[in-house]
């Protein structure tokens, strides 16, 4: 059942991506079904069922998901939303931790269950 939802996830976040990079949407547009549809190549490694390091493919959307949000405003609703809905799907403090250095996006605040978005979110130069 789980193996059928991974990959359901996987087409409709290859769908979602093609979308959202042929749009070229604005940064204020991005949601949080967004944001978690862009995130599902790395939902194994993030539960802690993948390997010990982000994949490829895991590293690229996060990438596309940092490029989209370019604003204060955007980075804090998605800061506030995968703050949210991590502990609902299962999502391993950890893993989330190692993401970022490993796919070398700079997120400039400590990446926490318990971040205060609204303190810590800013936009690199």
Same mark, same amino acid.
């Given at each position: 059942?789980?193996?059928?939802?991974?990959?359901?996830?996987?087409?409709?976040?290859?769908?979602?991506?093609?979308?959202?990079?042929? %749009?070229?949407?604005?940064?204020?547009?991005?949601?949080?079904?967004?944001?978690?549809?862009?995130?599902?190549?790395?939902?194994?490694?993030?539960?802690?069922?993948?390997?010990?390091?982000?994949?490829?493919? %895991? %590293?690229?959307?996060?990438?596309?998901?940092?490029?989209?949000?370019?604003?204060?405003?955007?980075?804090?609703?998605?800061?506030?939303?995968? &703050?949210?809905?991590?502990?609902?799907?299962?999502? &391993?403090?950890?893993?989330?931790?190692?993401?970022?250095?490993? %796919?070398?996006?700079?997120?400039?605040?400590?990446?926490?269950?318990?971040?205060?978005?609204?303190?810590?979110?800013?936009?690199?130069?």
């Amino acid at each position: 059942m789980e193996g059928k939802k991974a990959q359901y996830g996987l087409r409709v976040i290859s769908v979602a991506l093609a979308l959202l990079l042929a %749009c070229n949407t604005e940064a204020e547009a991005i949601t949080c079904n967004d944001a978690v549809s862009a995130l599902i190549p790395c939902g194994s490694y993030l539960i802690g069922q993948g390997g010990a390091d982000p994949s490829p493919r %895991c %590293c690229d959307s996060a990438r596309v998901l940092d490029r989209m949000a370019r604003t204060v405003a955007s980075r804090r609703q998605l800061c506030e939303c995968l &703050k949210q809905t991590g502990p609902s799907f299962g999502v &391993k403090p950890e893993r989330v931790r190692h993401l970022p250095p490993f %796919c070398k996006i700079d997120l400039s605040m400590p990446v926490s269950p318990d971040v205060d978005c609204t303190r810590y979110v800013m936009l690199q130069p």
